[in-house]
């Protein structure tokens, strides 16, 4: 059974810093990218970073390039999403998700086979 499990999430004042954890289970992480997607009140979840399997290559929504950054440790099944410089408007819960398929749309929520019950994250302005 895979299990996707989020910590690290929290209340923050604007500007500061936090770190997220996803620990995998029941799968091998080198075998799926991995992705970070956020979810604010009344709003669609939006995608925030993806890592490919390896982690050399990344990928960002614009609204996070420049103050997030996603890694991963494949030998702990773990990926990791620190958050830098942090806003009122980041305020959501985080998720992250697992893909198995090698050619997929990383930015698609639906492209992902498996999903984290998610860690919310407060910014206080």
């Known amino acids: 059974q895979v299990q996707l499990v989020e910590s690290g999430g929290g209340l923050v004042q604007a500007g500061g810093s936090l770190r997220l954890s996803c620990a995998a289970s029941?799968?091998?992480?080198?075998?799926?990218?991995m992705g970070w997607f956020r979810q604010a009140p009344g709003k669609d979840r939006e995608f925030v970073a993806a890592?490919?399997?390896?982690?050399?290559?990344?990928y960002y929504a614009d609204s996070v390039k420049g103050r997030f950054t996603i890694s991963r440790d494949n030998a702990k099944n773990t990926v990791y999403l620190q958050m830098n410089s942090l806003r009122f408007e980041d305020t959501a819960v985080y998720f992250c998700a697992a893909a198995g398929r090698v050619y997929y749309d990383k930015y698609n929520r639906y492209s992902y086979d498996y999903w984290g019950q998610g860690t919310q994250v407060t910014v206080s302005s």
């Open positions: 890592s490919r399997r390896s982690g050399e290559v990344t």
């Open positions: 029941g799968l091998t992480s080198s075998s799926y990218d």
